[in-house]
């Protein structure tokens, strides 16, 4: 039973996999750091110098803390956004990379003239060899 988890463990997917939400997690980090840190205070600033994470309303005991919602859906549109430019990015490599596989030589007019002379010539020679 070890012996076969190692095997899945070691399989590409699963390595990827965990490369990928290893990745993620921190990319996840840096978007919010650029949120808190630069866009929010500048938003803040433009709304009238108010600290956005602290926009609240405060109903019987219960805080709904609002600025904080806000600030989560920016997380989440900059993280998005920035994945669509990544993806994006690698279709278009991988697309240059078929349409430079696909790319077929087609011959020039006069290969294709020198091909079929070369042809009639052989054939003309078989032809006499068999008479």
Avoid: C, W
Avoid at 15 to 37: M, P, R, W, Y
Wanted: proline share 2%; aromatic share 8%.
């Amino acid at each position: 039973m070890l012996k076969e988890f190692r095997e899945f463990a070691v399989k590409g997917n699963v390595i990827d996999l965990a490369v990928g939400v290893i990745i993620g997690g921190a990319f996840g980090k840096i978007v919010t750091s650029l949120v808190n840190d630069l866009i929010m205070p500048l938003v803040g600033i433009i709304i009238g110098g108010h600290d956005f994470s602290g926009l609240s309303i405060k109903i019987g005991s219960a805080q709904i803390l609002y600025g904080s919602f806000i600030q989560t859906v920016i997380d989440f549109l900059i993280i998005s956004f920035s994945i669509f430019i990544f993806i994006r990015y690698l279709n278009k490599l991988k697309r240059k990379k078929v349409e430079e596989e696909e790319v077929v030589e087609t011959p020039d007019q006069t290969e294709v003239l020198l091909t079929e002379i070369r042809d009639l010539l052989k054939h003309q020679s078989q032809s006499k060899d068999v008479q």
